[in-house]
């Protein structure tokens, strides 16, 4: 097996308190993580660092190899133009991380009338990640507040970038019915930090720290 597409080594976003803290998984080439956690595990602000929208304040993100967090101006732009796409909510696509909080999680399950703009913006940048075969795909609570339909396809396009382009797909998500639907292990967040991580089913069959199991139960009585 090569390396890994994708690699987030001791990550820390924020200061004391930060964000997220001492955050680490790799992602292979055509595999999807999902970063999985309630309100304000720090989810959104680690996937705008490994997008390249925040600096962590210490660790690394590695791409193919290469370290890109120190990358500036049109270094950073070319990379998240060509290698890093990361695509935001569809309530907020212009949010500042919003998505951690409980007044956004209740925005983001009200569709408006801009819900089809966005969506049909999601569906564009998951296309270009197909065609452009871009090496990493991240994605920020990509089904809130989407119908069935818009979801099946984009489902499908995610299947395409993994299937056809090879690309690393991070989903960050408070649902675990959509971790256990979309990737192959999943990172559980609490407040910043990593509790738990593996395989997706085994994860959440039998997760063995008691903020995964809520996190099922959750789901599972809503």
Known sequence: MGSPVLEIRNVSVGAEPAFCRD???AVDAGEAVAVLGGEGAGKSQLL???????????GSVLLDGIEV???TGLDRNELKGRAIELVHPPSSPDADSAT????SSAVSRRPTATMPVTWMRQRIQIARAVTQATAALLLDEPFAGIDH????????LLHRARREAGTAVVVATRDTSVARHVADRVVVLHQGEVVESGPTDGVLDAPSDARTRALVTVRRSA
Do not use: H, K, Y
């Open 100 to 103: 951690d909080t409980a007044g």
């Open 149 to 156: 339909g818009v979801r099946v396809r984009i489902e499908e």
């Open 23 to 25: 955050v680490s998984f």
């Open 48 to 58: 705008r660092c490994i997008g390249l929208e925040l600096a962590p304040s210490s």
């Open 69 to 71: 967090t120190g990358a």
